[in-house]
């Protein structure tokens, strides 16, 4: 039934691309297509038709945005993906990482309940490059990835994907390039404002301070002047989220116990040293603005200036009940565990653990981001030439305090038995025998892990840029080939820096307390866990009252978690727009070659043992440059009855991960072999580099419907892993003064040999890539084309299908699996995405479900750092019920109901075998009530 089930949309796709294929050769051919332009203008007169969709006051709804879709996707030279609004201030889901995850050939991974982070066919968030209008974003997170869920749906009129690169896309990723569009008001014939209004609710409800209730607030206006020669386009958004978990997670790594490890536990079985339940609770509270003000005097000229601004505050608390069940027990005793079940598998699922002494902890997380964007575009006609000019600025800045806090049963300790059952599927269970519901018998003191850490995190990332553009007629020798000829610069400065300081938060000078009745909130359930109630309570109130903390960052253990890093990127490009005839085929597309001069640094800290006490804290600076070419074809094959074949071949590239060219180091010298030696960052990294061939067929129905099966194959001929490898410590050894003796391999109390210039860094370094490769199926059609009496129904459904050959280092936590290499990060090999949808007579209705299989994810740790885990794949179904009022007297008006993770589906990670379980986790279902105006 499950292999059915996981089949069901691919055959269903395979039935539907038969039939309509069939049904495409009873028809006659439809009028050739327009001629082809240059990719640019293609774009804009693509975005120009949609929006003429857009202002048309008779058509709206679900058919709007999927017909626009169609046409961005069947006019490009290059292969794309596309989600376009529905209407004004109306993409079909409310985060856009949403909309984008339900795109042939793409996945997201979750954070805190919402879809946060892009694949780009099976490769890591870190391979595909984000745009705003067309021009590069910076990031709140700790590299290039963008966290999509700080750009609301609301303020965005379309997102296209591209997975083919061409010469002229000015920051293309290797996966491929993500750019979300927001409105251009000249493109409307009317003014038009929109206003939108829901509340929310996640069915786990309330807990300790936080609500269970939220809402978002919506509108948008956008209006023309001074004889269409003055548009303005306004919009903002205002949201406040809930945030309500409950999680069961293990320890990690999962470990093979040795004999008598364990009073009653026998040798051989894998064994967590640990177990925690917790509720977590908050919110998420962000605001967005959009402005965009275009002037056109003449047909000539068109000046854009485009402005962003979103700010963003989460705050959450989990309260947590955790039992430590590895060697330290706080000095207490060694840990029995007695009534031991292990499986086939040799796990441990079953058993009653004795001799605990739990921590009842309060975790707190503030994080506050702000984006900023900028840009001014000029566009102009000299004689026969477009030129385009683009100047923007972006910058992105997070502040983050993390706080916990833990208490205990005292003043005398009282150890407890707890009955553990671990499941693979479901919420473990860990029951204690004693009642930790009394806020007065918990008291914050210092046993195993002491009272409580804390850090503070914070990054900037600031990105300027200019690009100048030129589109020229085509030589007279190349006319008959060539529609024109594109030439342009661009110029890109980014520097992003991140501190961490942090530090133990330890008991105050009255020694261990209980927490007053003034900083409690109240009891919070975790019976899903088996638990019961524990209290909850105000942590930075705890902290600023009882505790001490003073969080630095300039420790050896903490030195290399600080960071700066500049990347200064010139790129030239020349592109040759293909549109002529071969035979009686149409070709549409272009050749060209993009030259990419990179030049990247990193000034960082260094924790220098070699130095004298007081002195460790140095500064270090490395970089390199290096420019690459590359040059890429998209050619598409115009053929009768509306069917294209498209070709494209590129080499492409990624730039390192920001954190893996920092240039901070914990640093030493073997004072017995001279041998310099050292762990961190690698500021000399080389990108990642990529050939690629991509072929798609696609059949096309006007802009009412298709489908596609597109084949894509990467050649990575590099990947960065980490390992330990020699490295030039020239710089860092200069001051290095030997010991005047040393034990060495000649006998003790020798001379020291002076520091070699060579040594060994143990942190990430071009590798050996691999092939990647992958079908896609898609189908997007109205049931009517099928069967008449079907009118209003349709489907929109897609299939990935990946694979590669790319084996990297398994994660920390995966010890079960030894030391075999995983898979790549991000790779699912299979991934659904399926809408069906009904609309007739101003009644709306779709249910949309994405499914991918299981992955390697890529997390923050307890450390802030990444790592990696392995991901149960996820089946997440959204529904969404709508009406539009269709009389005159409330025209422009509609009611929404929408539910978002309809089955509730849970987030689930193992080590390495699913009967090892890390992570289970549950965010709720959320319901949005809400209407629409337009007017």
Same mark, same amino acid.
């Given at each position: 039934?499950?292999?059915?089930?996981?089949?069901?949309?691919?055959?269903?796709?395979?039935?539907?691309?038969?039939?309509?294929?069939?049904?495409?050769?009873?028809?006659?051919?439809?009028?050739?297509?327009?001629?082809?332009?240059?990719?640019?203008?293609?774009?804009?007169?693509?975005?120009?038709?949609?929006?003429?969709?857009?202002?048309?006051?008779?058509?709206?709804?679900?058919?709007?945005?999927?017909?626009?879709?169609?046409?961005?996707?069947?006019?490009?030279?290059?292969?794309?993906?596309?989600?376009?609004?529905?209407?004004?201030?109306?993409?079909?889901?409310?985060?856009?990482?949403?909309?984008?995850?339900?795109?042939?050939?793409?996945?997201?991974?979750?954070?805190?309940?919402?879809?946060?982070?892009?694949?780009?066919?099976?490769?890591?968030?870190?391979?595909?490059?984000?745009?705003?209008?067309?021009?590069?974003?910076?990031?709140?997170?700790?590299?290039?990835?963008?966290?999509?869920?700080?750009?609301?749906?609301?303020?965005?009129?379309?997102?296209?994907?591209?997975?083919?690169?061409?010469?002229?896309?000015?920051?293309?990723?290797?996966?491929?390039?993500?750019?979300?569009?927001?409105?251009?008001?000249?493109?409307?014939?009317?003014?038009?404002?929109?206003?939108?209004?829901?509340?929310?609710?996640?069915?786990?409800?309330?807990?300790?301070?936080?609500?269970?209730?939220?809402?978002?607030?919506?509108?948008?206006?956008?209006?023309?002047? !001074? &004889?269409?020669?003055? *548009? @303005? $386009?306004? =919009?903002?958004?205002? /949201?406040?989220?809930?945030?309500?978990?409950?999680?069961? +997670?293990?320890?990690?790594?999962?470990?093979?116990?040795? !004999? &008598?490890?364990?009073? *009653? @536990? $026998?040798? =051989?079985?894998?064994? /967590?040293?640990?177990?925690?339940?917790?509720?977590?609770? +908050?919110?998420?509270?962000?605001?967005?603005?959009?402005?965009?003000?275009?002037?056109?005097?003449?047909?000539?000229?068109?000046?854009?200036?485009?402005?962003?601004?979103?700010?963003?505050?989460?705050?959450?608390?989990?309260?947590?009940?955790?039992?430590?069940?590895?060697?330290?027990?706080?000095?207490?005793?060694?840990?029995?565990?007695?009534?031991?079940?292990?499986?086939?598998?040799?796990?441990?699922?079953?058993?009653?653990?004795?001799?605990?002494?739990?921590?009842?902890?309060?975790?707190?997380?503030?994080?506050?981001?702000?984006?900023?964007?900028?840009?001014?575009?000029?566009?102009?006609?000299?004689?026969?030439?477009?030129?385009?000019?683009?100047?923007?600025?972006?910058?992105?800045?997070?502040?983050?305090?993390?706080?916990?806090?833990?208490?205990?049963?005292?003043?005398?300790?009282?150890?407890?038995?707890?009955?553990?059952?671990?499941?693979?599927?479901?919420?473990?269970?860990?029951?204690?025998?004693?009642?930790?519901?009394?806020?007065?018998?918990?008291?914050?003191?210092?046993?195993?892990?002491?009272?409580?850490?804390?850090?503070?995190?914070?990054?900037?990332?600031?990105?300027?840029?200019?690009?100048?553009?030129?589109?020229?007629?085509?030589?007279?020798?190349?006319?008959?080939?060539?529609?024109?000829?594109?030439?342009?610069?661009?110029?890109?400065?980014?520097?992003?820096?991140?501190?961490?300081?942090?530090?133990?938060?330890?008991?105050?000078?009255?020694?261990?307390?209980?927490?007053?009745?003034?900083?409690?909130?109240?009891?919070?359930?975790?019976?899903?866990?088996?638990?019961?109630?524990?209290?909850?309570?105000?942590?930075?109130?705890?902290?600023?009252?009882?505790?001490?903390?003073?969080?630095?960052?300039?420790?050896?253990?903490?030195?290399?978690?600080?960071?700066?890093?500049?990347?200064?990127?010139?790129?030239?490009?020349?592109?040759?727009?293909?549109?002529?005839?071969?035979?009686?085929?149409?070709?549409?597309?272009?050749?060209?070659?993009?030259?990419?001069?990179?030049?990247?640094?990193?000034?960082?800290?260094?924790?220098?043992?070699?130095?004298?006490?007081?002195?460790?804290?140095?500064?270090?600076?490395?970089?390199?440059?290096?420019?690459?070419?590359?040059?890429?074809?998209?050619?598409?094959?115009?053929?009768?009855?509306?069917?294209?074949?498209?070709?494209?071949?590129?080499?492409?590239?990624?730039?390192?991960?920001?954190?893996?060219?920092?240039?901070?180091?914990?640093?030493?010298?073997?004072?017995?072999?001279?041998?310099?030696?050292?762990?961190?960052?690698?500021?000399?990294?080389?990108?990642?580099?990529?050939?690629?061939?991509?072929?798609?067929?696609?059949?096309?129905?006007?802009?009412?419907?298709?489908?596609?099966?597109?084949?894509?194959?990467?050649?990575?001929?590099?990947?960065?892993?980490?390992?330990?490898?020699?490295?030039?410590?020239?710089?860092?050894?200069?001051?290095?003064?030997?010991?005047?003796?040393?034990?060495?391999?000649?006998?003790?109390?020798?001379?020291?040999?002076?520091?070699?210039?060579?040594?060994?860094?143990?942190?990430?370094?071009?590798?050996?890539?691999?092939?990647?490769?992958?079908?896609?199926?898609?189908?997007?059609?109205?049931?009517?084309?099928?069967?008449?009496?079907?009118?209003?129904?349709?489907?929109?459904?897609?299939?990935?299908?990946?694979?590669?050959?790319?084996?990297?280092?398994?994660?920390?936590?995966?010890?079960?699996?030894?030391?075999?290499?995983?898979?790549?990060?991000?790779?699912?090999?299979?991934?659904?995405?399926?809408?069906?949808?009904?609309?007739?007579?101003?009644?709306?209705?779709?249910?949309?479900?994405?499914?991918?299989?299981?992955?390697?994810?890529?997390?923050?740790?307890?450390?802030?750092?990444?790592?990696?885990?392995?991901?149960?794949?996820?089946?997440?179904?959204?529904?969404?019920?709508?009406?539009?009022?269709?009389?005159?007297?409330?025209?422009?008006?509609?009611?929404?109901?929408?539910?978002?993770?309809?089955?509730?589906?849970?987030?689930?990670?193992?080590?390495?075998t699913k009967d090892r379980p890390l992570e289970y986790i549950k965010w709720g279902r959320t319901v949005l009530f809400g209407v629409n105006y337009k007017?």
């Open positions: 039934m499950v292999q059915f089930k996981r089949n069901l949309l691919s055959v269903a796709l395979a039935s539907a691309t038969m039939m309509l294929a069939a049904g495409a050769q009873a028809q006659t051919a439809e009028e050739q297509q327009t001629q082809a332009k240059p990719q640019q203008e293609q774009e804009d007169s693509a975005a120009a038709r949609q929006a003429k969709t857009l202002e048309s006051v008779t058509v709206t709804g679900i058919r709007v945005g999927i017909e626009g879709a169609i046409s961005t996707k069947k006019e490009s030279t290059s292969i794309v993906e596309s989600v376009s609004a529905e209407d004004i201030g109306k993409l079909p889901d409310v985060s856009i990482a949403e909309s984008i995850a339900r795109l042939p050939g793409l996945s997201a991974q979750r954070v805190a309940g919402r879809a946060q982070v892009i694949s780009v066919r099976g490769l890591s968030p870190d391979f595909a490059t984000t745009l705003l209008n067309g021009r590069e974003l910076v990031s709140t997170g700790d590299n290039r990835s963008v966290e999509f869920d700080q750009y609301p749906s609301e303020l965005m009129s379309g997102v296209t994907v591209y997975k083919t690169p061409d010469a002229g896309l000015v920051g293309q990723g290797l996966s491929g390039t993500i750019d979300m569009q927001t409105v251009r008001p000249l493109r409307f014939d009317k003014s038009v404002t929109a206003l939108s209004v829901r509340g929310q609710h996640n069915s786990l409800g309330k807990a300790a301070n936080a609500s269970g209730y939220g809402e978002r607030i919506n509108a948008s206006y956008i209006g023309q002047f !001074a &004889d269409r020669t003055v *548009g @303005v $386009a306004l =919009g903002y958004s205002h /949201s406040k989220t809930p945030i309500q978990e409950e999680q069961v +997670g293990l320890y990690e790594p999962w470990k093979e116990l040795g !004999a &008598d490890w364990r009073p *009653g @536990v $026998a040798a =051989g079985t894998w064994w /967590s040293d640990g177990i925690k339940a917790l509720r977590r609770t +908050g919110y998420v509270e962000r605001d967005g603005v959009m402005g965009t003000l275009e002037f056109r005097p003449s047909g000539d000229w068109t000046s854009t200036l485009d402005l962003f601004h979103s700010e963003a505050t989460q705050e959450d608390t989990a309260n947590q009940f955790e039992a430590n069940l590895g060697d330290y027990n706080g000095g207490f005793g060694r840990i029995a565990v007695t009534d031991v079940q292990v499986n086939g598998n040799g796990t441990f699922t079953d058993g009653v653990a004795h001799n605990i002494y739990p921590l009842v902890r309060g975790m707190y997380n503030k994080r506050e981001d702000k984006i900023d964007a900028f840009g001014w575009n000029n566009d102009f006609s000299v004689g026969s030439a477009r030129i385009n000019a683009d100047i923007s600025y972006s910058k992105a800045k997070r502040d983050e305090v993390n706080l916990e806090n833990n208490t205990q049963l005292a003043p005398a300790p009282q150890l407890d038995s707890l009955t553990l059952h671990y499941s693979g599927s479901g919420f473990s269970q860990l029951t204690p025998g004693l009642d930790y519901s009394d806020p007065n018998a918990l008291f914050l003191r210092g046993t195993i892990y002491g009272s409580g850490y804390g850090k503070t995190p914070k990054v900037v990332d600031e990105l300027k840029s200019f690009r100048l553009t030129a589109s020229l007629p085509a030589p007279g020798f190349a006319g008959s080939w060539f529609s024109g000829i594109d030439v342009g610069l661009n110029y890109a400065d980014r520097e992003k820096e991140k501190h961490q300081p942090e530090g133990n938060i330890n008991v105050g000078a009255q020694g261990d307390t209980t927490i007053a009745p003034d900083l409690q909130y109240g009891l919070v359930d975790l019976g899903f866990a088996g638990v019961g109630l524990i209290p909850s309570w105000n942590v930075p109130g705890a902290v600023a009252r009882y505790m001490t903390f003073d969080p630095n960052e300039d420790a050896p253990w903490l030195i290399s978690k600080a960071w700066s890093v500049s990347e200064k990127l010139t790129t030239g490009f020349v592109r040759a727009n293909i549109d002529t005839d071969w035979g009686s085929v149409g070709v549409r597309g272009n050749v060209g070659v993009q030259l990419q001069h990179a030049d990247q640094s990193s000034a960082s800290n260094v924790w220098d043992h070699t130095q004298p006490a007081g002195s460790e804290i140095r500064r270090f600076e490395a970089g390199k440059t290096y420019t690459d070419v590359l040059p890429s074809m998209n050619l598409a094959f115009l053929l009768p009855a509306d069917q294209t074949v498209r070709v494209a071949l590129a080499r492409q590239v990624a730039r390192p991960r920001v954190d893996q060219l920092r240039s901070s180091l914990d640093f030493g010298v073997d004072s017995a072999t001279g041998r310099p030696g050292a762990s961190g960052g690698n500021p000399l990294l080389d990108p990642w580099r990529a050939n690629a061939f991509d072929v798609s067929y696609e059949k096309y129905f006007g802009t009412k419907a298709y489908v596609a099966a597109a084949y894509f194959y990467k050649d990575l001929r590099t990947y960065i892993f980490n390992q330990s490898r020699d490295y030039d410590f020239s710089e860092l050894i200069a001051d290095y003064t030997p010991p005047d003796t040393c034990t060495t391999p000649a006998g003790s109390n020798q001379p020291c040999p002076p520091a070699q210039a060579t040594g060994t860094l143990s942190g990430p370094f071009n590798g050996k890539g691999g092939k990647l490769q992958g079908v896609e199926l898609t189908a997007s059609l109205p049931l009517d084309m099928l069967w008449e009496p079907l009118q209003g129904f349709g489907i929109v459904a897609s299939a990935s299908y990946n694979d590669s050959s790319i084996k990297v280092q398994a994660p920390e936590n995966s010890s079960s699996v030894g030391n075999d290499p995983i898979t790549l990060p991000g790779l699912s090999k299979r991934v659904y995405n399926l809408t069906a949808y009904y609309e007739r007579g101003g009644f709306e209705f779709r249910v949309s479900q994405r499914r991918r299989s299981d992955f390697i994810g890529e997390i923050g740790n307890f450390a802030g750092e990444r790592t990696l885990r392995y991901v149960v794949g996820e089946d997440i179904t959204d529904a969404q019920i709508s009406y539009n009022f269709q009389n005159e007297a409330l025209k422009g008006l509609s009611v929404l109901l929408q539910v978002n993770n309809l089955t509730d589906s849970a987030y689930q990670t193992y080590a390495g007017f």
